[in-house]
């Protein structure tokens, strides 16, 4: 069983990014609570699928994930046998917010490059959706800020920010 504390920040398969409100008891069935940041809503999320939530990082871990904007090179798919698509489908899938940001800069650093495949670059949207709201709730930025962030070009200059 997980451990979570009220204030704690969340994501799930149901909810992009929120903050944990604590259990909830609703006609003998366990729940947890979760606020939704982007919908402002509070969802439900039956305590026997605990195991699709996870708690994300707190803001100075994540501004220390963000350095990795700063490198312009492929950071873990240099010597890859296989599909690259599959591989970052794969480490994306994993549910780890380093990862995710990860897979998200070396398909950047192949788009600044050329060279992303078409299934690469649909992949490297749906990951920047889900990463925008979970590090606009974690940084308490806007999302275009976030984007910022982001971008290899203009990490360096807002990190000093």
């Known amino acids: 069983m997980f451990k ?24 003998g069935n366990d729940y947890h609570k979760v606020y939704d940041a982007k919908t402002k809503l509070t969802l439900f999320i039956p305590v026997e699928d605990e195991y699709k939530i996870k708690k994300l990082p707190r803001k100075s871990t994540v ?70 709201d979970e590090l606009a709730l974690i940084l308490q930025e806007e999302a275009d800020f976030v984007e910022g962030l982001m971008n290899l070009q203009g990490a360096r200059n807002e990190l000093q920010r």
């Open 63 to 132: 501004k220390n994930y963000l350095k990795i904007f700063n490198q312009y090179q492929l950071l873990d798919c240099k010597d890859l046998n296989g599909s690259r698509y599959k591989y970052f489908k794969s480490k994306a899938e994993c549910n780890n917010l380093k990862a995710c940001l990860e897979v998200f800069h070396d398909l950047e650093v192949l788009q600044l490059k050329k060279l992303i495949s078409p299934s690469e670059r649909k992949l490297k949207s749906r990951i920047k959706e889900r990463l925008v």
């Open 4 to 27: 979570f504390c009220e204030g704690d920040y969340v994501s799930s398969t149901e909810v992009a990014a929120g903050e944990y409100v604590g259990k909830d008891n609703i006609l």
